[in-house]
């Protein structure tokens, strides 16, 4: 491509709200702009590499056996009310009203769309199991849109859904796409780690993230310096296994474990009935907001408590940053979202169940103001908002270290919650009628970009590694105006596209140290530079990732790129 002619326009300056590298390179680079807060458009160089992620993503997805698709983005409520994701997604979903006053919400994620397809289309057990992709522009109404490319309010996903007769298949099907974003993340040069994730509302089944390791990161991951433990620490408290230790430390008060009416009356209010559980709701206690998520049957003073995981405290400032976290941790894939109508309730005695994940079921008593570790040995556990570096790591091997990382990518075994709603069902080699297993699979495939941006950049710009690079070779004639600088230049860039090479040709005519920065900051990982010694056919070859420089006879280029 000739850049005189391309649409690539570079700026000096950094944009003054883009706090991250990734979001002020790929601006000033001229790869993405702006329309609106977490809205961007991708310009020509910013399309070839989104192109070649998304390459990376189809060619693995259907070497995993999934074939591709594209759902409608523009989806009818109905479909959201029949899973109740129409009041439990919250304000993230885009919604819209057609000119019959009819609702539409902007699809913010296709499980409901996908659904419907399947349990119209797909009756025996012969045509299970099933898995399809897409990969299209998803539209999530965040609260706080920031650093770019990695929380916009429209963003290209990858996500994937299957469908199974046995929990077994699903397991296979999981682990062949498990594999598949190990190898798309491998790819695309990033260092990153699968790590467990939160299962909350859906009910406790796999859940793995993939974190991209960045110090930007908007989660922290808790992992071994030895083993392969990782989780995020997102994760909702679960002590599973426990031992008091001798000395009672003063602080820890025995407190009564919540009785039956104290249950009766956060049920009512919620109007669950205690054997349906509760759904994700927060209650304030003194000056702290507890959050209870439904996971698992749990059992109370033999009040039985379906779904009901735990109590577990978020010690944080505002309801505000609350109703965040509850929906960054359960928004999106999960079907409890933020919760429509978040009341405070001061006057039940549900701060028995605060900080007490220790204890619980002790002879009728929880334990306030435990500290997991110290006031209780902890057998086993997945605990980790408690988790500290240095603590042994969960799986006994080795300490747990912090990082942070970007989530790029979400692999989710859903079980039959959205089949049931939407009575999705087949029939079995015996006639019979089952409901289906399903399992989805996100990748941001926009934030995925940026986030190799974030790993791979340094003081003058981007440094793309090769596979995603928008293009091979950058050939800049320094001076076009000398005729044997503008011949050469033109035959070289002849001769590499010849070769199927891909050639940015910066023809422009611009100074020589213009020039350079722009290359600088655009990152193509080669580049040739047709100066001085034009006329003797000497050029000068550089790594950009490296700097590493060496003049070279014009026809030894193609070796070296090759
Ligand atoms: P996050 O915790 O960052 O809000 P999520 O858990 O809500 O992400 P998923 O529902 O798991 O996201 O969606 C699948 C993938 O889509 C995520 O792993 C992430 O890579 C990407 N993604 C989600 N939200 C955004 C966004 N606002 N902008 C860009 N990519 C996103
Ligand atoms: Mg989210
Ligand atoms: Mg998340
Ligand atoms: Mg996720």
Not at 11 to 26: C, F, G, N
Not at 105 to 132: C, F, N, Q
Not at 140 to 164: C, I, N, Q, T, V
């Amino acid at each position: 491509m000739r850049q005189s002619e391309m649409l690539l326009p570079t700026l000096r300056e950094t944009p003054a709200d883009a706090e991250i590298k990734s979001h002020q390179l790929l601006v000033r680079a001229g790869y993405i702009r702006q329309i609106a807060s977490g809205v961007y458009s991708f310009l020509p160089i910013g399309r070839r590499v989104l192109r070649k992620v998304e390459e990376i993503v189809r060619e693995e997805m259907e070497k995993a056996g999934a074939h591709e698709m594209l759902m409608a983005a523009l989806q009818p409520a109905e479909l959201w009310k029949e899973t109740g994701r129409w009041d439990t997604f919250g304000p993230e979903l885009m919604r819209l009203h057609d000119r019959h006053e009819r609702e539409f919400a902007l699809g913010a994620t296709h499980e409901e769309v996908i659904t419907s397809i399947v349990r119209d289309e797909v009756k025996s057990y012969k045509k299970l199991p099933l898995t399809v992709y897409q990969i299209q522009n998803k539209f999530r109404d965040e609260k706080r849109p920031r650093f770019g490319l990695l929380r916009g309010r429209e963003f290209l996903m990858k996500d994937a859904y299957s469908f199974h007769d046995s929990f077994e298949s699903l397991d296979g099907t999981y682990q062949r796409i498990f594999d598949a974003y190990s190898n798309i993340f491998r790819r695309c040069g990033l260092n990153f780690r699968a790590v467990i994730a939160d299962s909350g509302a859906m009910g406790g089944k796999d859940t793995h993230e993939f974190m991209v390791l960045s110090e930007v990161g908007e989660d922290t991951i808790a992992y071994s310096d030895t083993s392969r433990y990782a989780a995020n620490i997102e994760m909702a408290p679960v002590i599973t296994e426990y031992t008091k230790s001798e000395a009672e430390p003063k602080d820890m008060e025995k407190v009564e474990t919540p009785d039956q009416k104290t249950m009766q009356q956060v049920a009512d209010y919620l109007g669950h009935t205690l054997e349906e559980g509760l759904k994700s709701i927060m209650f304030k206690v003194d000056d702290r907001f507890v959050m209870v998520v439904t996971r698992g049957d749990h059992e109370v003073n033999d009040v039985k408590l379906k779904n009901l995981y735990d109590a577990s405290l978020i010690d944080l400032a505002s309801e505000e940053e609350t109703k965040e976290v509850i929906g960054a941790g359960f928004g999106s894939l999960g079907p409890v979202g933020v919760p429509e109508k978040v009341e405070l309730i001061a006057d039940l005695a549900v701060e028995t169940m605060v900080n007490t994940t220790c204890g619980a079921n002790e002879e009728g008593y929880h334990y306030k103001n435990v500290t997991p570790g110290k006031d209780f040995t902890v057998d086993k556990y997945a605990d980790l908002r408690f988790i500290k570096e240095g603590d042994p790591s969960p799986d006994g091997e080795g300490t747990i270290k912090f990082a942070r990382g970007i989530e790029v990518g979400h692999v989710f075994k859903l079980g039959k919650f959205y089949a049931e709603k939407m009575d999705a069902s087949y029939l079995n080699d015996q006639g019979k009628s089952n409901t289906m297993i399903m399992g989805c699979y996100g990748i941001g495939v926009s934030r995925t970009l940026a986030s190799i941006v974030e790993q791979y950049h340094d003081e003058d710009g981007i440094t793309w590694p090769a596979n995603v690079a928008p293009y091979q070779v950058h050939v800049l004639t320094l001076n076009p105006k000398k005729e044997e600088q503008a011949a050469l230049g033109e035959e070289l860039y002849q001769k590499l596209l010849a070769q199927g090479v891909e050639v940015l040709y910066d023809d422009r005519k611009e100074r020589p140290g213009v020039k350079f920065a722009d290359s600088d900051l655009i990152g193509i990982p080669l580049r040739v530079t047709i100066g001085k010694r034009a006329g003797e056919g000497i050029v000068e070859f550089k790594d950009r990732a490296t700097k590493e420089q060496i003049e070279l006879e014009s026809d030894q280029v193609i070796d070296h790129v090759k």
